[in-house]
């Protein structure tokens, strides 16, 4: 059996460092080889992930002082102590203190291997539960943008690479692909503006004459029903970030004013002759391409290009389905504990329609999908398409059949928990026919069964 792992082998003696070595790799590990502690010490990393074998008797650093060392960097990595017979009860304490196994010369070569084997596998989970709470705490964090394709990969790198910067953003995406959260990274990932208040607005949620007062404030009487001053969110996000939301329903006039707002840095509230002074950084997303002439309409040219200094864009659920699952997963634990539910088992057709379905409402239709999963609202079969949408697809007739004879067979099986005297039932047909289907149509009954 070849095992894959990285061996730190410290011993003093040269001759038994080299039979170690060669034993160990024939086995398939990789092995570093120190005849120092010193020196292995100063090559060890935090999130080293393999194992170190050891020599108790060393001149300078001993095997126990190594160990210690090793304590206080990694606790859960696993030291093994090689041990002469007078050194016996020392390893016993150490393997009280945390060591993970300790062996007395001489010693056959197979004791030895199977030892740093099972140590590496130790290894192996440790490391592998560190990375999956890693990603759980982060999960938390940067929903939605957690996902593993390189289209999010890219996204998370640029989102930090500029979070420290001051330059205004442009944000690209459909409805429910996470516009704002991407703008909540920024504020948050940035040193200096996330102690300051990030402030949203959406462009389109407000009648034109009032968003001019929300995003300016205004003077006590500067026009009927302002009775006292106001700061407006341009100005209450002074240190900190303002997000504009569907900036392209913004109204003409103001567009003009935010424009000199970008350039000048500067605001002047309803009915005052003053400018102030404020510190942004204005994070815009828009549900259309600003950059096509056809889809902008009336949205100022000049304000685009003053926005797209740098832009980024949120690729839709559909072309990064490979994400889907781990999303999936992370709603359907948040909505468990939101409604305090236990986390429901996942059927096969929920599973089928994750997969097939094209999530025109993104991430945010994927969430809503998962609390009604838990709900118990979705237990049945997802439609996933209309029978007007199945008879116009792509393939002849009789492939369009098939597929539709396949997706009945699965919703049968689904129903009946994969029992195959209730499925051939339901269904009418003759258990050897069932048979045939299921080999025809690749279906594996065993998936429909409760686990």
Known sequence: MTVMGTVYLVDDDSQLRKAMRQTLELEGMTVM????????????????????????????????????????????????????????PM?????????????????PAERMVESVRRALEKRRLVMENRALKQAADQSIDDMPLLGQ?????????????????DVDVLVAGETGSGKEVVATALHRWSKKRSHGNFVALNCGALPETVIESELFGHEAGAFTGAQKKRIGRIEYSSGGTLFLDEI??????????????????????????????????????AKVDLGDPEQRKDFREDLYYRLNVVTLSIPPLRERRADIPLLFSHFVSKASSRFG?????????????????QWPGNVRELGHFAERVVLGLEGGQPQISSPAAISSGSGTLSERMDRQEADIIRETLEKHQGDVAETIAALGIARKTFYDKLQRHNINRSDYVPK
């Open 33 to 88: 080889p120190f005849p120092k502690a010193e020196l292995a010490l100063d090559a060890l990393e935090e999130n080293f992930d393999g194992v170190i074998v050891t020599d108790v008797r060393m001149p300078g650093m001993d095997g126990l002082q190594f160990f210690e060392h090793v304590r206080k960097i990694d606790a859960d990595l696993p030291v093994i102590l090689i041990t002469g017979h007078g050194d016996v």
């Open 91 to 107: 390893a016993v304490s150490a393997l009280q203190n945390g060591a993970y196994d300790f062996i007395a010369k001489p010693f």
């Open 149 to 165: 394709t390189p289209a999010m990969e890219r996204l998370r790198n640029t989102l930090r690479h500029i979070a420290d910067t």
């Open 248 to 285: 392209e329903s913004m109204p003409p006039a103001l567009q003009v004013k935010m424009l000199r707002v970008l350039e000048m840095r500067e605001v002047s509230p309803v009915g005052s002759n003053e400018e102030r002074s404020v510190d942004i950084r204005v994070v815009a997303a």
């Open 341 to 357: 539910m236990p986390v429901p088992q996942i059927g096969a057709s929920v599973s089928r329609y994750l997969n097939e379905h």
